[in-house]
């Protein structure tokens, strides 16, 4: 019985992946949807200073939901414009996260005691590796065309 080309499970997997990137598009949309009406309302905390990050994020978020919606649509048409859009979108991802973590690490070491579970942004770091991490890999596992 012979094993089934490299590529072939590399076919399976590029659905999760560009479902990956969708995934993290809405919620980087939600997000930057709570900051602006948060920061927008009369009773609104820090002087509407939420609006004013939720209107600085508005762009590079539409920006990458914009690519990770033309990743999944070229997905069967144009699969190497998929795949430089999912090394692109791996890339924000993966530098997403670092930060993430970094803020999660400044969060913990203010706790006093060694307690990361209390930081709300260890999770969204965690998944924001993982997946920036398999379409990396992915990507390294297409087949080469010249």
């Not at 200073?49 to 508005?58: R, S, T």
Request: glycine letters at 6%; a positive charge.
């Amino acid at each position: 019985m012979t094993a089934p080309p490299a590529h072939a499970s590399s076919s399976r997997v590029q659905p999760l992946i560009a479902l990956a990137h969708l995934v993290v598009a809405a919620a980087a949309v939600g997000v930057v949807l709570v900051l602006l009406y948060a920061g927008t309302r009369p009773n609104a905390e820090l002087e509407g200073g939420y609006a004013v990050v939720g209107g600085m994020l508005v762009l590079p978020v539409l920006t990458f939901a914009a690519a990770a919606v033309a990743c999944a649509v070229a997905r069967s048409k144009a699969p190497r414009r998929s795949l430089r859009l999912s090394i692109a979108l791996a890339c924000v991802e993966l530098v997403t996260a670092i930060l993430l973590a970094w803020a999660a690490w400044v969060a913990v070491a203010s706790y006093g005691e060694f307690a990361p579970w209390r930081s709300p942004v260890v999770v969204p770091a965690l998944l924001l590796g993982a997946a920036g991490t398999a379409a990396l890999a992915q990507a390294r596992r297409a087949p080469r065309q010249p």
